[in-house]
């Protein structure tokens, strides 16, 4: 019986008809998941389809995990008779110098000028009733986030590679700053005057409980999503480090069938969100919600879908 954690990732995806009366799609780690067409049409091509098999090539189904049952998933390929054929592309692998060429050249689609609507509805979550806390931002861009914490009475520190980022985030909040040059490391610190907003110039990778100490609180959005997939292991080993006791992280990953679009902001599967966070701490799943937008068809995908863990420190 696959796991609840195996089940979440099979909330949004593709399947194709095969030619022995099946359908199939690959799962995010191993080989293909099989099923009949029998199965295929009773559990997915419902009214939103109005499906016979026939009119049902390759299609994008919404699956929860209520109607995907163990009987009809088949992981193995060698099993039911599957042959691998990769049907990936391969991500997109960014250094440190493109992102900032993207800051130099405006390319800041992941930029948002509101508050993220999940940080408002779920910002119990991440104070958990405390008062100036300590809130970590990484990769921070010049998120209007953390304007908004700031401003209900936190401290907040940010790691963002782009001066530009930095300098526009303080400017349009009209908050004054200083520069300080950082010693221990390549890079700079941005402060406010009243020292309680501070972004940090630098490679993240390079950054360290050293510099600002632990944090009450972590907001990641954008940031995992973006990290390289080939880092988010040393991205996720330096956050635990970050963590304070009692530290509460809200996670937003990003869900869209990654053989079209290779990213940032890379699919992130929620079982490696269990994965990577479970030795250290507990994870919850707060939401899924669908955050496909006009210019999303650009990349040539049909949906996307985005969801909210918090991560605990156990
Ligand atoms: C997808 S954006 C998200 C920004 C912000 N979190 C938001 O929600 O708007 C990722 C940001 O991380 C920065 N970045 C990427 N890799 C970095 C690294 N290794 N160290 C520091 N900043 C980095 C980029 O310059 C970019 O501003």
């Known amino acids: 019986m696959p796991s609840k954690n195996v089940l979440d990732d099979f909330h949004m995806f593709s399947w194709s008809a095969t030619t022995n009366n099946s359908f199939r799609r690959k799962g995010h780690n191993s080989g ?26 390759h299609c994008r189904v919404f699956i929860t995990s209520s109607n995907l ?11 039911n008779g ?46 958990a009733g405390r008062e100036h806390i300590k809130i970590f931002f990484p990769l921070c861009g010049k998120s209007v986030d953390m304007k908004w914490v700031y401003d209900l009475g936190h401290d907040v520190v940010g790691v963002e590679a782009s001066k530009i980022g930095i300098t526009e985030f303080f400017e349009e909040s009209s908050l004054e700053y200083t520069v300080e040059p950082l010693t221990t490391i390549t890079g ?74 290779p990213g940032p902001p890379h699919v992130v599967p929620h079982s490696e969100v269990y994965d990577i966070y479970g030795d250290k701490c507990t994870v919850e799943k707060l939401c899924t919600v669908d955050v496909f937008e006009e210019k999303h068809k650009s990349w040539g995908i049909t949906g996307m879908d985005e969801s909210l863990f918090v991560i605990s420190v156990k």
């Not at 993207?102 to 390319?107: A, D, G, S, V, Y």
């Open 32 to 57: 293909y998941y099989q099923i009949s067409s029998q199965s295929f049409i009773s559990l997915f091509a419902d009214s939103h389809l109005g499906a016979s098999q026939s009119s049902i090539q």
């Open 69 to 79: 049952s163990s009987e009809t998933m088949e992981p193995d390929e060698k099993e």
């Open 82 to 127: 599957v042959e691998e054929k990769s049907d990936t592309i391969e991500e997109t692998v960014l250094c440190v110098d493109d992102w900032r060429q993207r800051w130099e050249e405006k390319r800041i689609g992941f930029h948002q000028t509101t508050v993220h609507e999940l940080l408002v509805e779920y910002k119990d979550r991440l104070l």
């Open 188 to 261: 700079n610190c941005y402060k406010s005057t009243d020292g309680r907003v501070q972004i940090y110039e630098c490679d993240l990778f390079d950054f360290n409980k050293d510099l600002a100490g632990q944090f009450d609180a972590i907001w990641d959005r954008g940031a995992m999503v973006a990290i390289n997939k080939d880092q988010r292991k040393s991205y996720t080993s330096l956050l635990k480090t970050l963590m304070a006791p009692g530290c509460h992280t809200l996670l937003c990953t990003l869900f869209y069938d990654a053989t079209i679009w």
